[in-house]
């Protein structure tokens, strides 16, 4: 039973045209997390949302942005993907200090 | 500033034998603790985790690690290894801030495993 879902699992994106990853959860966690991970590397957090409040990290590029509708769902957007982009993303969900659950990811290639 | 660091990149071992995989960390207060295991392509899957209590912990596939707060390590192991943990093992260390809540992971170590 997925609990941590991500779509598309593969995508295919041009050089600087706009994408959208989305993470859905099942289990109301009110912690939910982007981590962008290069081959070989560890996951490196994007930003995360507690609650509704947005927590961004000091490196992550302008490029990227966020979205949190709902409990749910949360989206990942890349304004301008570069080549430099390609990666996996990987979406998780904790409650308050809990463990995280991890999505099984979305690869991305730019092409 | 908080940082986990895993000192070996590469471990390969034969399929029987014991392992150990090392995870050194650094943050001011009591640390949670985790280890997660991922598959080529996969996202991670949670091994163990350590919260408080017992040092020692008990996790899935037969894995377990020790805290040691005077060493600020938490080496995972396992007395005798399968092929199918051929994997990338990654510790993380739990950490709040201001009221957010976010892990911050080791490098990783990539495990083979000879038949």
């Known amino acids: 039973d997925a609990m941590v879902i991500q779509n598309p699992r593969y995508q295919v994106t041009q050089f600087g045209k706009p994408v959208t990853l989305s993470c859905s959860q099942t289990l109301n966690h009110n912690v939910m997390y982007w981590y962008q991970q290069k081959s070989s590397q560890a996951p490196k957090l994007l930003f995360h949302?507690?609650?509704?409040?947005?927590?961004n990290e000091a490196d992550t590029p302008d490029n990227f942005q966020s979205r949190r509708p709902n409990t749910s769902f949360c989206f990942l957007d890349i304004r301008s993907p570069g080549l430099g982009d390609a990666a996996m993303y990987l979406c998780?969900?904790?409650?308050?200090?809990?463990?995280?659950?991890f999505g099984q990811g979305t690869r991305l290639t730019v092409v | 500033a908080q940082s986990v660091t895993q000192p070996d990149i590469h471990i390969t071992v034969s399929e029987g034998a014991s392992l150990e995989l090392r995870c050194n960390y650094s943050y001011g207060a009591t640390p949670y603790l985790f280890w997660y295991v991922q598959s080529p392509g996969q996202g991670l899957q949670l091994l163990l985790k350590y919260f408080s209590g017992d040092t020692l912990v008990q996790g899935i596939k037969g894995f377990e690690a020790e805290f040691k707060r005077s060493q600020s390590s938490f080496n995972l192991r396992k007395p005798s290894v399968h092929w199918s943990d051929a994997a990338e093992y990654f510790c993380?260390?739990?950490?709040?801030?201001?009221?957010?809540?976010?892990?911050?992971f080791g490098t990783g170590t990539r495990l083979k495993v000879l038949a």
């Open positions: 998780a969900t904790s409650l308050g200090q809990g463990r995280a659950f």
């Open positions: 949302y507690y609650d509704k409040d947005f927590n």
């Open positions: 993380a260390v739990g950490t709040s801030t201001s009221g957010t809540y976010k892990y911050i």
